[in-house]
Nanobody
């Protein structure tokens, strides 16, 4: 089994910073990319930022210049440094990993795996 566990969410004032972390564990054969998505109440889940195992990063326009994604391949972790937070950043943030799971007799095709989510609230 594969698990993704997020940490670092919480309450922060506008203009403040938070750092999210996500650790992948379990029977992982390989990881292609990891990233962060978010879902605000009443909205669909949306991409925040992704990073490939080779280090290529992609950001939503709404967070460019404020958020920075980074990864540690050896530790199977991904981080999201969020600066200059705005109330509209309030959402549940989900860790995603596109990976191949190692099963008992074979390697499963690449698929998306998700964490349980960590809430981020930006409010004064």
């Amino acid at each position: 089994q594969v698990q993704l566990v997020e940490s670092g969410g919480g309450l922060v004032q506008p203009g403040g910073s938070l750092r999210l972390s996500c650790a992948a564990s379990g029977s992982i054969f390989s990881i292609n990319a990891m990233g962060w998505y978010r879902q605000a109440p009443g909205n669909q889940r949306e991409l925040v930022a992704t990073i490939t195992s080779g280090g290529s990063a992609n950001y939503a326009d709404s967070v460019k210049g404020r958020f920075t994604i980074s990864g540690d391949n050896a530790k199977k972790m991904v981080y999201l440094q969020m600066n200059s937070l705005k109330p509209e950043d309030t959402a549940v943030y989900y860790c995603n990993a596109r990976l191949r799971e190692l099963l008992s007799a074979r390697v499963r095709d690449e698929d998306d795996y998700w964490g349980q989510g960590t809430p981020v609230t930006v409010s004064s």
